[in-house]
């Protein structure tokens, strides 16, 4: 099988089974095949972030970033799972990186008001 290939079977185990885990190992097969696999790693970053493990969400989210520079969804689901940690400082920053690329991503701005109105409390 090619990278490709597990790719694709991450997604239909994900989709039609819910099965996190065998998708994350697709995934996971896919980027060893292809280390510059985008999709890969932002599908498997979407498991992690599915599994509540944010820190490795985080760790491909930034992948993906480093790959495509003007992701503004990887840099808004990256400040989300940044909130989830309760990283309010770096969530902002992702918020406003992925605002700056489409000022028009509503929920980018509503969990930026969050996690400034968060960010207060502390």
């Not at 239909?12 to 696999?37: E, H, M, P, V």
């Not at 969400?57 to 799972?81: C, H, M, P, T, W």
Request: no cysteine.
């Amino acid at each position: 099988m090619n990278a490709k290939d597990y790719f694709e079977r991450g997604l239909l185990t994900q989709d039609r089974y819910g099965d996190d885990d065998k998708a994350i190992a697709d995934y996971t097969q896919a980027i060893l095949l292809d280390t510059s696999f985008v999709d890969a790693y932002m599908s498997r970053a979407l498991a992690y972030r599915s599994k509540k493990a944010y820190e490795l969400a985080i760790a491909d989210f930034s992948q993906v970033i480093d790959l495509k520079e003007n992701n503004e969804l990887a840099y808004s689901l990256r400040g989300e799972a940044h909130y989830h940690l309760k990283q309010y400082d770096l969530a902002i920053a992702d918020f406003d990186h992925a605002l700056a690329i489409n000022p028009h991503m509503n929920d980018a701005k509503k969990q930026r008001a969050l996690a400034v109105q968060k960010r207060g409390k502390k």
